[in-house]
């Protein structure tokens, strides 16, 4: 057992001890014990149920930031099932506005087909005082670029990539492993058996597209030419909640560009499902150059000015995030 979480345990232990005392003192002097006991109890639930974790630095701490406290809202959950797939009028039409359909599916009929294809399970609700869950957010900037940051990103319990995100011939800057690799239709890459999909859809076609790219290969084109089929353990495909997109667009980045980057989906995603990220490829290089860590000319990428992103509004969010320690950033070169 490590020393922290042992300090953690003595410390509960010496904050029971003292409600105990406290509970029997006053039951004892005043009568009435079950009130005392309620009020003990009720200390020790408000103790636990902060989601404190294993780690050294927690996502939730006790002494919550007011800034992130506003933003952050647990009962939203990054992933669709069933269950939370019935989308309100409000969040729907927002999500098929983002890339408008012109004669888009039943939605309904498409997710229960789709429930048919890939898992319905709830996950990453887990979090406990016993769980450390160490994440890497791993970007696509050039200044990952002689990092050398492979065996730390490796490292982590949870490793999440982006797009087309390649990492063979960059494994020392990069690392090798991949547990979640985040896209959409047109970003779509093979993956390997034990890779995790995550996709994020924008509209009703995407469920559509990744259903035929599981089974019949039929969907070649949504508003470009996509893979028809992709290499992806079905058994390992998650998507995006809209209800969720939607929450990281109004909540975090206060409605700023016309939608959120992968990137700053997959950070929030890992806010919710980790207990400690660490974000690597974020931001321009040293010399502000905004390009992708696998591209040799450094003007050939300028993914900061897509015209649908606000890159810098995310990018000083993710900055404030840092700041006030609720992820780590490594800068790169």
Same mark, same amino acid.
């Given at each position: ?9 003595? &410390? ?13 003192l ?9 009130l ?16 404190? *974790?294993? *780690? ?42 983002l ?5 888009p ?29 160490? *994440? ?27 797009n ?21 239709p ?43 089929r ?12 809209? &209800? ?27 806010i ?62």
């Amino acid at each position: 057992m490590s020393l922290h979480k042992r300090r953690k345990i003595r &410390t509960f232990a010496l904050l029971f001890c003292i409600i105990t005392f406290t509970t029997f003192l006053f039951s004892y002097t005043f009568g009435d014990p079950s009130l005392y006991f309620k009020h003990a109890f009720r200390l020790s639930d408000s103790f636990l149920s902060k989601g404190l *974790c294993a *780690c050294h630095q927690c996502m939730m701490e006790q002494d919550e930031d007011p800034w992130f406290a506003e933003h952050f809202n647990q009962s939203v959950h990054p992933l669709m099932t069933r269950e939370n797939s019935v989308l309100s009028d409000e969040t729907f039409k927002w999500w098929q506005w983002l890339q408008s359909e012109s004669q888009p599916a039943n939605f309904s009929e498409v997710v229960e087909e789709l429930f048919q294809v890939v898992p319905d399970e709830v996950l990453y609700v887990d979090a406990s005082p016993e769980r450390c869950r160490t *994440c890497a957010v791993v970007g696509n900037s050039g200044n990952l670029k002689g990092t050398h940051y492979g065996p730390l990103i490796d490292s982590m319990d949870f490793i999440i990539r982006m797009n087309q995100a390649p990492t063979s011939g960059f494994e020392e800057d990069v690392g090798t492993r991949t547990t979640h690799h985040v896209m959409y239709p047109e970003s779509a890459t093979d993956l390997d058996n034990t890779t995790i999909l995550v996709l994020i859809p924008f509209k009703i076609l995407d469920l559509q597209w990744i259903i035929s790219a599981l089974t019949t290969g039929t969907i070649k084109y949504t508003y470009v030419p996509v893979p028809p089929r992709i290499k992806a353990n079905r058994d390992k495909v998650l998507i995006y909640n809209p &209800t969720f997109f939607k929450y990281v667009y109004e909540s975090w980045l206060e409605g700023h560009g016309r939608y959120p980057s992968t990137g700053f989906l997959s950070l929030l995603f890992a806010i919710h499902i980790c207990d400690e990220v660490n974000v690597f490829g974020f931001g321009a290089d040293r010399n502000g150059n905004w390009h992708h860590y696998w591209e040799k000319n450094h003007l050939a990428g300028a993914f900061r000015h897509t015209g649908v992103h606000d890159g810098d509004h995310e990018y000083n969010v993710t900055l404030l995030l840092a700041d006030k320690h609720k992820i780590q950033m490594f800068r790169g070169r």
